[in-house]
């Protein structure tokens, strides 16, 4: 049926592609089921990309080199106070340039529209220190200076209601007003932020004072050896208070995210259910061509081919099927991660590397799938076959 001529000058990808395209219809399908497991793999990656970046999006807005933290706390978002005495100290430091207090935690803040609940991240900090790395912030120090005043992070979800300059409302059992707006992308804890004075932080929290602090924010003098001051911090702190660097300090943050939230492993078990379930797909294609054939490849094999030859018409057709299937599952997945952004806010984007990763591993399941197909024509023996 082949002659040899034309095999070894074609054979290789247009034989592969018109095997591929023989039963259409069994070719739309595994484009299709390709396309589903591609993209549930892109889901799974870019939402544990999402996670690792909404772990330190308090860190990213933060001006430090070296915080302070409570041993006890959880992450940046879940801290236990301590003293303000401790950063003070850190002040005297050689190399220390600043030292800023910083204070986080949650409250009820009452939607103005239906008068439901629903707790909201808070931020508050010393309006004289430069803190924070969101510009829009300082052009609304001296309101933030009145009493019972926020700034609403516009990004914050539509259950908190109008997120508009003026608008009075209920946080914490006090009457606070809406005095200006900031961008900040949501995290998997925090789907609403708001920012305040540290004096109106205190108001919210009886019993609480300046003195308890959520986060030492130390900057450091130009050219000093972070390593250096590192030691000096942690011989002078007590245990309870631990001292790291910024780098350090998202480590910390995004691994109790990733291990101890489970987060980390309910998308590792998303994304390998996904590789599995494709190289089952893929193998089912490539067995049914291979059965659908085997008398040619017989053919060939009597005349002299070589396994190797045959092999890569059968990794030919597994490349083909990659290709084929990633392409609409990369768009699809860009809008699925555009809608996801739209509804939540959280970061979540597509990276080239993430591309990267997951188009290889990709043609790695169908060249897997490709070679658990193969044996049927490794190990047929014309003379059975006919």
């Known amino acids: ?82 003293s303000r005495q401790r950063l003070y100290q850190a002040g005297g430091i050689k190399g220390v340039a600043t030292v800023m207090p910083f204070y986080i935690s949650f409250r009820q803040w009452r939607n103005s529209e239906t008068n439901l609940t629903r707790s909201i991240l808070i931020l508050g900090f010393n309006p004289g220190d430069k803190v924070l790395k969101i510009p829009e912030v300082y052009k609304y120090l001296t309101a933030l200076q009145r009493q019972d005043t926020v700034l609403m992070n516009r990004l914050s979800r539509s259950e908190f209601g109008l997120r508009k300059v003026g608008i ?35 108001r919210l929290y009886q019993g609480r004072s300046l003195d308890d602090i959520s986060l030492g924010l130390i900057t450091l003098e130009p050219d000093t050896d972070v390593n250096t001051v590192i030691q000096s911090l942690r ?54 061509d291979v059965a659908e054939h085997l008398h040619e490849y017989a053919t060939l094999r009597a005349i002299g081919y070589s396994n190797l030859h045959l092999s890569m018409v059968i990794l030919q057709e597994a490349t083909f099927l990659a290709i084929l299937g990633f392409i609409p599952a990369f768009f699809m997945s860009l809008g699925l ?29 169908c060249i897997f799938s490709g070679i658990s197909a193969l044996c049927k024509i490794l190990y047929a023996d014309p003379a059975d076959v006919f």
Request: overall charge positive; proline content about 2%; aromatic content about 12%.
């Open 1 to 82: 049926m082949f002659r040899r001529r034309w095999l070894r000058r074609w054979g290789g990808p247009r034989l592969a592609w018109l095997n591929l395209i023989h039963a259409k219809a069994r070719l739309v399908v595994a484009i299709l089921s390709i396309s589903f497991t591609v993209t549930l793999t892109f889901m799974q990656l870019g939402l544990f990309t999402a996670v690792l970046k909404s772990a330190t999006l308090i860190y990213d807005h933060l001006n430090f080199d070296i915080v302070l933290i409570s041993s006890k706390s959880l992450e940046a978002t879940f801290t236990q106070p301590f």
């Open 235 to 288: 011989q002078l702190m007590p245990k309870n208070i631990e001292v790291l660097t910024r780098g350090e300090a998202e480590s910390r943050d995004q691994k109790y995210f990733v291990i101890s939230t489970f987060t980390g492993l309910i998308l590792s078990i998303g994304a390998i259910t996904a590789f599995m379930v494709g190289i089952v797909i893929v193998y089912q294609v490539l067995n049914a």
């Open 168 to 202: 009075k409302t209920e946080l914490g059992g006090r009457n606070i007003e809406i005095v200006g707006l900031f961008s900040m992308s949501n995290s998997l804890r925090a789907d609403g932020t708001l920012i305040m004075s540290d004096q109106n932080f205190i």
């Open 337 to 365: 991660y555009r809608f996801i952004y739209e509804a939540t806010k959280l970061p979540i984007e597509m990276t080239f590397i993430m591309t990267t990763i997951v188009f290889m591993s990709n043609v790695i399941m």
